[in-house]
């Protein structure tokens, strides 16, 4: 199967499963679950959800058992950009294409969006797949999942992504803010997919150091995007990280090694696969796709 085709159908599976899972805009709460559903339903690649996938049949996996938990993690991913793109921290009126979530609905409405959708992606990380045989990988997901959304993975590398702002940084303080900012869920998406596939500990690990290269590669990529691509491509606006005085691989390095540095780790990403005898083209492409989208 080829990338896009690949994509195509994670993303028609885990659109139906938001589909699902997403509140109805009615009664009472009508205008959060609006909110939500026009935040989440509204575009966006589906690497997360499709990682997980991915890694769930390079496992031996069935991928009906993971689309629900990779729904959770494109809601928490969701969440996250509502929530960056307040004024209170990014600052942004564009995302994927569309007016940001604040500036559609009004910044208290936005916050209660973000908020909800991390508590329903934690509820149903919980609670799919469905089963007492399932009960272990369940708890095992939520307990990975809570840790990379955190202080010690996104919410950590977000906070040191603003206290970077406007200063020097030496290149490993910026790798610690991208792998965590990024990386820290990229990481949890694959290593959930073994988790559900039923993987042994070993598997596990080189499923979560492939996302951690992986999420790392895609990050600089963007960093890249930021600086090259216009609105249209990006779909959000572009030349914000440097007005914003970002820590970023091209303020570091210039494009072109930034460049080179996102292609070597999307390659290291490629050698934990066939260092652990794991033959995916889908998880090889995706590497690849980290880096290569909107080039």
């Not at 009664?27 to 959800?49: H, N, S, T």
């Not at 509820?123 to 797949?129: G, S, Y």
């Not at 491509?233 to 090694?257: I, M």
Request: aromatic share 4%; charged share 25%; glycine share 10%.
């Amino acid at each position: 199967m080829k990338l896009d085709d690949f994509l195509a159908d994670c993303r028609h599976r885990v659109d139906a499963a938001l589909d699902a899972l997403l509140p109805r805009p009615e009664g009472p709460a009508a205008r959060v679950a609006e909110a939500m559903r026009y935040a989440v339903l509204g575009g966006g690649k589906r690497l997360r959800p499709a990682l997980a996938l991915a890694a769930c049949e390079a496992c031996g996996g069935a991928v009906e058992v993971v689309v629900d938990a990779a729904a959770a993690l494109e809601m928490i991913h969701t969440y996250s950009l509502i929530h960056d793109d307040l004024p209170a921290m990014d600052d942004d009126d564009l995302r994927r294409g569309r007016p940001t979530v604040h500036r559609a609905f009004g910044e208290a409405e936005a916050v209660l969006a973000g908020d909800a959708l991390h508590t329903l992606a934690f509820e149903v990380l919980a609670t799919r797949p469905r089963g007492d045989e399932a009960a272990r990988r369940r708890l095992e997901a939520v307990a990975l999942v809570s840790r990379a959304a955190g202080t010690a993975g996104m919410v950590g590398g977000q906070m040191a992504d603003l206290e970077a702002e406007r200063r020097r940084v030496d290149a490993d303080e910026l790798i610690w803010i991208h792998r965590h900012k990024t990386g820290a869920l990229i990481a949890s998406s694959a290593e959930l997919g073994a988790i559900h596939a039923g993987a042994n500990a070993e598997l596990r690990q080189t499923m979560s150091r492939y996302g951690q290269a992986l999420g790392l590669a895609f990050q600089v990529a963007d960093d890249v995007l930021d600086c090259t691509a216009d609105a249209t491509a990006l779909g959000k606006t572009p030349g914000k990280d440097l007005r914003a005085g970002k820590a970023t691989f091209p303020a570091l390095y210039g494009v072109d090694e930034a460049r080179r540095r996102a292609r070597a780790l999307a390659d290291e990403a490629v050698g934990e696969l066939a260092g652990a005898g794991i033959d995916s083209d889908p998880l090889r492409a995706l590497a690849l796709f980290a880096v290569e989208r909107g080039a």
